[in-house]
């Protein structure tokens, strides 16, 4: 049949299931979105393409397909890249589509020209720049296959511009699926696995890392499960809060820098640690590197085995999917149970390290007893988007995720500016919970124009803003290394967030006491609508779990 | 550390080398000799690396290379089980006096003579590491002009090849 090449994108888009493309026109993509209007997909405009990258990304998490974001040539693709970056770094599925500049041009450094394949190369699971528009379905339907299989992450198509609007007679069969370099993990090894039954039996001390692999295999109720039966302590990375209830006797909290003190104190204890689908990246591991090394067998599981011995040598390695891993171990270790010493040693552990929370009135809301009241409130059914910095870290130890799908964050990367946009997209998969996005008053400006968005789209966010009129990790970072030399912290300059929401049309309110935490989120949750709340903050309120913690000290200011 | 030889089949496709380097330098393993070229199959190329390291580091950079979706297959080469062999060309200064003695050394090497003016000569040989080198510091007295050097390039002995899966 014949077709334009841009004609056969949408087309492929919707046989591969597409609902919803964030994007951002310019003259190359221009074919794309034209083409959109006709089909059944709907195009959302954000107000910068790092919005429609993240908004994607947001939408994939919840929707747990491939989020799909379009941007023009040069500064629109460039754009993308942080949003790419995030995405490749928490393994989330995303399709990218960037106009190219036509064909005759490329290598001209024309108008709007840049190399985006070359430049997303480090952080894109595979780039293809077309040649042949006869490759456009191959081509869209691989791209999808390699973002949503295995371990998922972004992959982009550079479109020329030409080929976009050229003609192409296509066949009307579609090629099958046949890539050679790509194929897909088969069960995990038996002996491995058993290797790993006897190494639990024989250990005094074990505990188990649940990183976001468990959420990607979907393996969340067969982790329980097994955990029920062996009673191994718990304790997860960011990205696999709420694979366990953050209430459940077994969950000791968040390992690493900024999580809980007795996760961080239990893993310095153990002498076998099971990890299942975690990188160990270097945040996870900060307090707990040197026991791993030299004190605490490793068994390491993941679907990618480039990351089995990338940081740290395991004792046991196991490559697999991590529900298929649980499947096989689990009837080896039905009649298994942790000793009674080590859990009761775990449980002293976490009662000695838990921490009060201030929740009278002093003049500012204390984040870690508004997320609590959040939670008391909303609980599970509702999504929560976090910035990075304090914001994040406050949610991510007081707000007790029951399930890790509702719990959307820039792990890996750390990226201020993801959370409204990802709260957008999250919002687009589903109309169902409302959805949250928490913030500080320095990540809320990297991509507050989103607002527009927002309205433009009718897509609800709650909106939660700590104001501290500082950047708070940093702020805390200084005080701890840098000798409380507060520099290039302060917000100073930053508009009235409430007269700002109220330019957009969106309700929204002000508190500084505890005690019109419950008042103002029932306020916030009446109406399916926007909303935005501003919260004022201590600004010497630490994050503070973490092995480090000491109060910070006023040293006021210049 | 080792000299380690890694062979590699790539889908011939333009930019495939440039996600193979690329890897290399982004995580901090070095390339110490590198060649490419298609195989009978024109659709494939082999890419022949040879790196300095040891077993761990070998593991991760064929972990690495083997998520590269236009990599399609990898075999780590043991130096006793393979032919590798380089191709140097270099620029050899001479004089009369001196022209019979390089000829000699080209020689004993059995490099060849592909080109001759009257003050200099053009070698070309083939061979391992050992002996590229080896005759590199024998020519290297009468003064070297110019070398020109290709990475290794490898195949294993006997019965066993590094083929597509059917």
Redesign the interface.
């Known amino acids: 049949m014949k077709m334009t090449g841009a004609q056969m994108v949408v087309s492929t888009l919707e046989k591969n299931g597409v609902k919803v493309v964030f994007g951002y026109p310019g003259a190359a993509n221009c074919p794309i979105i034209d083409k959109l209007s006709f089909s059944s997909i709907k195009h959302i405009l954000t107000r910068n393409e790092q919005g429609a990258a993240h908004m994607a990304s947001g939408y994939a998490r919840v929707t747990k397909t491939a989020g799909v974001c379009t941007a023009t040539s040069g500064p629109g693709a460039t754009n993308l890249i942080t949003g790419i970056a995030t995405a490749y770094m928490d393994s989330v599925p995303m399709v990218v589509l960037t106009g190219q500049v036509g064909l005759p041009l490329v290598g001209k450094d024309a108008f709007q020209e840049v190399d985006i394949?070359?430049a997303t190369?480090?952080f894109t699971?595979?780039n293809y720049?077309v040649?042949d528009g006869l490759d456009i379905p191959r081509i869209v339907n691989e791209a999808f296959h390699?973002a949503n299989t295995g371990r998922p992450g972004p992959v982009l198509i550079d479109f020329p511009m030409d080929i976009l609007k050229q003609e192409f007679e296509y066949p009307d069969a579609e090629e099958e699926l046949n890539?050679?370099?790509?194929k897909l993990l088969g069960k995990a090894s038996e002996p491995q696995i058993k290797k790993v039954a006897e190494a639990i039996k024989a250990a005094q001390r074990p505990m188990i890392l649940a990183g976001g692999g468990v959420v990607i295999s979907d393996a969340v109720s067969e982790f329980r499960a097994f955990d029920d039966i062996t009673n191994i302590p718990v304790m997860s990375t960011m990205m696999g809060v709420g694979v366990m209830n953050s209430t459940d006797r077994n969950y000791y909290g968040m390992l690493g820098s900024h999580g809980s003190r007795a996760a961080n104190a239990l893993i310095n204890k153990a002498d076998l640690l099971v990890v299942m689908g975690s990188r160990l990246g270097d945040r996870t591991t900060a307090h707990a590197s040197r026991a791993l090394e030299y004190k605490c067998r490793l068994i390491h599981i993941d679907i990618?085995?480039?990351e089995?011995?990338?940081n740290i040598?395991p004792y046991i390695p196991v490559v697999g999917d991590i529900k298929d891993v649980i499947s096989q171990l689990k009837p080896l270790l039905q009649d298994y149970k942790v000793s009674e010493e080590w859990d009761k040693e775990a449980q002293e552990i976490k009662e000695r390290f838990a921490q009060k929370i201030v929740t009278e009135d002093t003049g500012t809301v204390n984040p870690k007893y508004f997320l609590k009241r959040l939670c008391a409130k909303v609980g599970s059914n509702a999504y929560i988007a976090t910035e990075v910095g304090q914001n994040q870290i406050w949610t991510t130890n007081y707000y007790d995720f029951t399930s890790p799908r509702n719990f959307l964050t820039s792990g890996g990367f750390g990226t201020m500016g993801y959370g409204l946009p990802a709260a957008i997209g999250a919002s687009t998969a589903q109309k169902k919970l409302p959805v949250f996005s928490i913030m500080g008053d320095g990540s809320f400006q990297m991509n507050l124009p989103e607002m527009g968005t927002m309205c433009q789209w009718d897509i609800p966010v709650k909106m939660v803003v700590f104001k501290n009129n500082r950047l708070g990790m940093v702020h805390e970072h200084q005080f701890m290394l840098y000798n409380s030399n507060y520099q290039a912290v302060y917000l100073d300059g930053s508009p009235d967030f409430n007269k700002l929401a109220d330019a957009y049309g969106i309700k929204n309110s002000y508190i500084k006491e505890n005690s019109q935490i419950d008042g103002a989120i029932d306020e916030m949750m009446k109406d399916n609508e926007s909303y935005l709340l501003v919260l004022e903050v201590d600004p010497y309120e630490t994050t503070g779990d973490s092995l480090n913690e000491k109060p910070m000290t006023v040293k006021e200011d210049n | 550390m080792e000299r380690y030889t890694l062979s590699v089949l790539?889908?011939n496709r333009?930019?495939v080398l440039?996600?193979v380097v690329?890897l290399f330098s982004?995580r901090g393993f070095n390339i110490e000799s590198l060649s490419v070229g298609p195989t009978q199959d024109e659709r494939i190329s082999r890419i022949t690396i040879e790196v300095i390291g040891d077993e761990?580091l070998l593991?991760?950079i064929s972990?690495?290379l083997?998520?590269?979706?236009?990599?399609?297959k990898i075999k780590t080469l043991r130096s006793s089980e393979i032919v590798k062999r380089g191709l140097v060309l270099v620029k050899v200064k001479v004089t009369p006096k001196t022209r019979s003695e390089v000829m000699e050394i080209t020689n004993v090497f059995r490099a060849n003579i592909v080109d001759i003016s009257t003050s200099t000569l053009v070698i070309e040989l083939t061979g391992g590491n050992g002996k590229l080198n080896a005759f590199l510091e024998m020519i290297e007295p009468y003064g070297i002009e110019e070398i020109a050097k290709t990475g290794m390039t490898a195949l294993e002995r006997g019965t066993n090849t590094l083929k597509?899966d059917k």
């Open positions: 394949t070359g190369l480090p699971k595979h720049l040649k390699i890539i050679k370099g790509y990618d085995p480039a089995i011995g990338k040598q | 790539v889908e333009a930019g440039s996600r690329g982004r761990l593991e991760q972990k690495q083997s998520k590269l979706i236009d990599v399609i597509l």
